[in-house]
Structure formats: structure tokens, C-alpha cells
């Protein structure tokens, strides 16, 4: 058998794979961002260390959402500390920024 015969298979169960871990990474952090807006937490760690885990997973909409509720939330704490956290998501997800462009 070729190798090359299962290629499209092997392509299709990696994505299938990534749309799997983006999907479970919506669901374990809802009720992280939940509970951050709900109390209304000032505990910047906190809101931090969940930015950090949702930013690899934004490519997928629910996370996205999350990481946009959260940033606006944040403005209100840390203005400087949110605009970090857009100009990251803009030059890890925004293909203009990868390829330098305005």
C-alpha cells in the first residue's frame, strides 16, 4: 500500500482532532468566564491566566466569544493590560498582521 493513499484520511482525522480540543476547550472554559463576569472579579491573575489558555483556541467561534467578553470586561480593570491582550490576538489570528501588513 502507498503512504500516500491514507494521506487524506490522516488530514482529515488531525482536523477532526482540532475542532475536538477547540470544542472542549469552549466548554471548560465557559464557566471560568461565566463566574469571572458573574462576580465581577478584579483578580487580574485570574483573568489573565484564562486570556492566556482561551488565546491559542480563538480560532474557533464560541472561544472567540469568550476571549471578546472578557477583554471588554477587562478594559474596565486594566486598559493597558487588555490592549496587550487585542494586539496579541491580532498578531497571532489576524493574517494581515502575520504577513505585515497594515
Known sequence: MNPWDTFPEAIIGLARGVR???QQTARQY???VDDI???RSRD???IEHTLDGLLDFCGHEDVLRM???LCRYYWGIDPAATADYINAHREYWDSDAQEGQP
Open 30 to 32: 465557559k464557566p471560568v
Open 37 to 39: 463576569l458573574r462576580v
Open 20 to 22: 475536538d480540543l477547540q
Open 44 to 46: 487580574t491573575r485570574r
Open 67 to 69: 476571549y471578546k467578553s
